[in-house]
C-alpha cells in the first residue's frame, strides 16, 4: 500500500518561500527510484491541477503558472520528494497533494494521494 505524508505547508507573505516535503513511507529504495512522482494542487471551488512531476528517469515537468518559481527534487536516500516555491503569490493558495503518479506520452496519472498540506499565501 502506499503512503505518502506531506509536511511543511503554512502561511506566508507573497513573494516569500516555502518548500513541501513527501516521504514515501515504507518504500524501499527500489521502489521509489522507480517511481513517478508529483505535486498537484486545489484552490476552493477549482479543480485539482498538476503543479510538477518527477519522472524516474529524471524527466521533470511543471505548469506554466509556477515555471521558474518552484524546483521539484528528489531525495533517494530519504524516499522524499520535494517542492521548493520561491516567490509565491496569492495565487498559489491551495491545498497542495504528494502524489505517485505513472508517465505515459500524453499524461501524468495519479495512482497515490497524501493528505494535503494547506499553503497560503497573504498580500
Known amino acids: 500500500q502506499v503512503q505518502l505524508v506531506e509536511s511543511g505547508g503554512g502561511l506566508v507573505q507573497a513573494g516569500g518561500s516555502l518548500r513541501l516535503s513527501c516521504k514515501y513511507a515504507?518504500?524501499?529504495?527500489?521502489?521509489?527510484?522507480?517511481?513517478?512522482m508529483a505535486w498537484y494542487r486545489q484552490a476552493p471551488g477549482k479543480q485539482r491541477d498538476l503543479v510538477a512531476a518527477t519522472a524516474s528517469g529524471g524527466a521533470t515537468n511543471y505548469a506554466d503558472s509556477v515555471k521558474g518559481r518552484f524546483v521539484i527534487s528528489r531525495d533517494n536516500n530519504r524516499r522524499t520528494v520535494n517542492l521548493q516555491m520561491n516567490n509565491l503569490k496569492p495565487d498559489d493558495t491551495a491545498v497542495y497533494y504528494c502524489a505517485k503518479v505513472r508517465r505515459t506520452p500524453q499524461s501524468w496519472t495519479p495512482r497515490a494521494w497524501g493528505q494535503g498540506v494547506q499553503v497560503t499565501v497573504s498580500s
Open positions: 515504507r518504500a524501499i529504495l527500489s521502489v521509489f527510484t522507480s517511481s513517478d
